[in-house]
Nanobody
Framework: QVQLVESGGGLVQAGGSLRLSCAASRFTFSRFTMGWFRQVPGKEREFVAA????????YYADSVKGRFTISRDNAKNTVFLQMNSLKPEDTAVYYC????????????????????WGQGTQVTVSS
């Protein structure tokens, strides 16, 4: 059974930074596109960023482009989300997710294009 465990969330002031990590196990991590999503209560899960299996291509939501950076370490089975210049509207639970098939395209902004999800980590940005 696939496991994805997020960490690194917390409370930060506007303009600050956080780095999220997602440790993956029980599958061949280096073969899969990985994504980050976020969700606030009462709203749909929102795409944040994705990275392809080879660590070559990245895809970002317009709302985070230039502020967030997705990366991965295939040797450590971990995907990261570096978040800079945080805004109160970035407040959400952040989830990592595994793409639905090996070697799939990295331009995957919809939740149903991902098969497995972590439990989420809360990010709160105060104004």
């Amino acid at each position: 059974q696939v496991q994805l465990v997020e960490s690194g969330g917390g409370l930060v002031q506007a303009g600050g930074s956080l780095r999220l990590s997602c440790a993956a196990s029980r599958f061949t991590f280096s073969r899969f596109t990985m994504g980050w999503f976020r969700q606030v209560p009462g709203k749909e899960r929102e795409f944040v960023a994705a990275i392809d299996w080879s660590d070559t291509n990245r895809y970002y939501a317009d709302s985070v482009k230039g502020r967030f950076t997705i990366s991965r370490d295939n040797a450590k089975n971990t995907v990261f989300l570096q978040m800079n210049s945080l805004k109160p509207e970035d407040t959400a639970v952040y989830y990592c997710a595994r793409g639905e098939a090996p070697y799939s395209d990295y331009r995957r902004p919809y939740p149903d294009e991902y098969d497995d999800w972590g439990q989420g980590t809360q990010v709160t940005v105060s104004s």
